[in-house]
Nanobody, 115 residues
């Protein structure tokens, strides 16, 4: 399995950004997908999660109502729509896939929220 993130960048507080993750190497629809993030000096944390088939989503309170994870099983893609971005959302964002014991991480994409 191979994951490639894209879409990071520098935005101002209150703006929006959409991250994309391209999946390859296996049957995408079997995999639960997540976005994690890691800010400087902090542990990596879950930002959003979506199940493999039913598309049920889960978010931590810190992003609930602002972030939306979605997947396109026909295109082998997962997205993270981030609205009303805050300085504390600044982090490297990682795409993550899991199917049983098969876990894969992307290389990460930097998101910086600053005025």
């Amino acid at each position: 399995v191979h994951l490639v993130e894209s879409g990071g960048g520098l935005v101002q507080p209150g703006e929006s950004l959409t991250l994309s993750c391209a999946f390859s190497g296996d049957t995408f629809s079997n995999y639960a997908m997540s976005w994690f993030r890691q800010a400087p000096g902090k542990d990596r944390e879950l930002a959003a999660f979506i199940t493999a088939v039913s598309g049920v989503t889960k978010y931590p309170d810190s992003v609930k109502g602002r972030f939306t994870i979605s997947r396109d099983n026909a295109k082998n893609m997962v997205y993270l729509q981030m609205n009303n971005l805050k300085a504390e959302d600044t982090a490297v964002y990682y795409c993550h896939s899991r199917y049983g014991s098969v876990i894969t991480w992307g290389q990460g994409t930097q998101v910086t929220v600053s005025s």
